[in-house]
């Protein structure tokens, strides 16, 4: 047997495993399930140039029961972002300028955070698309986890755009697996099991003073992944994490084109400065040899068995892929087509990484991994914030 044939075939091994995580999953979050939340909520939203986005996020929270508070952090905005937030009610935050050291929408959310009133505290981007009853049943889910991080429905303009976005979507998938709680109600004990915990820092939500304590944001505050690095850190202080399918009560329209999808999802999808060198060429040959090889060799007439066998599986991603878009179409049904591109840009992604973002320019010290993202000083500078004190058990 060829050395090839024998590395895609323990790679199908690993992609079927994780995806047969998948037959596990719970079911999608629910509007009504868990009555309204017994404590006040506030949302943080970073806004940083959102003017065109803002108003679809805000609406809907500002006119949600559950919701105590809407608070958006205006990180020196360009355009109109404070004044439209500031005219629906939203209570609107000037954010300080960017200190030494700190990504932008780590120093937003810190600063929001700190200005919540509520005990509980839901993130939302500004691209997102809540409905009624997100943030109660995100407030339920806290009486058995310290963090929970919701998977949205995508909204995609377009085939071309959809087609592209569900490759790389299916890049995660198999380097991941499927959304779903690691260890519902209990922490996750094994080193291995933290670096291949993901978060949506699109949607998360947990307690002020538990967030306040772990000083999370200020020990991640280098990060460019920031969302993934805040919840592999906090699952090793102990925090029970889960990510929870939320797809009936939150969209997100994240991109205006294939082209955008491109360019600003692809410099991301790498998780470049949260991963190991080593984790990241597993991850890459995983993709390039279930994903990529069989479409280059069905192109060319020579299909092996098993690339047969990953096209099927591939196919049967797709229909598990439908609900994870608002309008899943005929750009999900071709996205293995793309699988292709989609492997030369997370490989694109991992060699020569993005460091700027929303017109600031982090340079090399935010690209590079660090074992553990969490120590009190980074780079030469020192934290802007007390530190953290030691957190010693998971049920508190």
Known sequence: MRPLTVLQAAAAAVVAARLARGRHRPAPLSAGTSGP??????????????EARLEGCLVPLLGDPAVGEVIVVDDESRDGTARLAKGLGAVVVSGAPL????????????????AATGPIVVMLDADTRPKAGLCAELAALLRTCDLVSAGPRF??????????????????????GPIGPTRPGGPIRREAAVERLLVNGQCMAFRKARMADADGFARVRHHLTDDVALGRLLARDGWRVAFVDAGPLLEVDMHTSAANVWREWGRSIALRDVTPAARLAGDLAV???????????????????????????????????????VSP??????????DVAAAARLTWSVLLPARSWRGRDYGRKHGRHRRRGDGRRHGGFRPAVRPARPVRSAAR
Request: charged share 15%.
């Open 37 to 50: 939340p017994a404590e006040r909520v506030s949302v943080v939203i970073p806004a940083r140039d959102e």
């Open 329 to 338: 179409g005929p750009g999900l049904a071709a996205s293995p087509l793309l």
């Open 287 to 325: 993709v390039w040899l279930t994903a990529a090889l069989p479409v280059l060799r069905l192109a060319a007439g020579r299909p092996t068995p098993l690339d047969l066998g990953l096209l099927a599986q591939r196919l049967l991603l797709v229909t598990a892929l439908r609900g994870s878009y």
């Open 99 to 114: 200190p030494d050291g700190w990504v932008g929408k780590q120093w937003a959310l810190h600063q929001g955070v700190r």
């Open 155 to 176: 909204i995609c303009g377009g085939a071309v755009e959809q087609a592209l976005h569900a490759s790389l979507l299916a890049t995660l998938v198999y380097r991941f």
